[in-house]
Nanobody, 127 residues
Framework: QVQLVESGGGLVQTGGSLRLSCAASGRTFSTYAMGWFRQAPGKEREFVAATRWAVSKSYYADYADSVKGRFAIYRGGAENTLYLEMNSLKPEDTAVYYC?????????????????WGKGTLVTVSS
């Protein structure tokens, strides 16, 4: 059974930093695409960042325009742990952040297509 468990959310001031973690279990995720989405109150869930396995045997990352240059996504722990390093946080980054995984790399940026989801961790950025 696939499980994705997020941690690391909390309250931070504008300009601060947080690191989110996602522990994945239930299968080997090294070749899975994995990513982060977020959902702010009253808004739809949106793509934040993703990391995908490339034929060159390395990972490459994609980011939403709103977080480019501020957030970094990377893997660790035998590739079954996913991280999101968030810097220069803004109040508009306030949301529940969800970890996602899919065996089809083309699905990982699309909310309706992703196979596996965590339950989310809340990030609140105060102004």
């Amino acid at each position: 059974q696939v499980q994705l468990v997020e941690s690391g959310g909390g309250l931070v001031q504008t300009g601060g930093s947080l690191r989110l973690s996602c522990a994945a279990s239930g299968r080997t995720f090294s070749t899975y695409a994995m990513g982060w989405f977020r959902q702010a109150p009253g808004k739809e869930r949106e793509f934040v960042a993703a990391t995908r396995w490339a034929v060159s045997k390395s990972y490459y990352a994609d980011y939403a325009d709103s977080v480019k240059g501020r957030f970094a996504i990377y893997r660790g722990g035998a590739e079954n742990t996913l991280y999101l390093e968030m810097n220069s946080l803004k109040p508009e980054d306030t949301a529940v952040y969800y970890c996602a995984a899919d065996s089809n790399a083309s699905h990982i940026t699309s909310t309706p297509l992703v196979d596996y989801w965590g339950k989310g961790t809340l990030v609140t950025v105060s102004s």
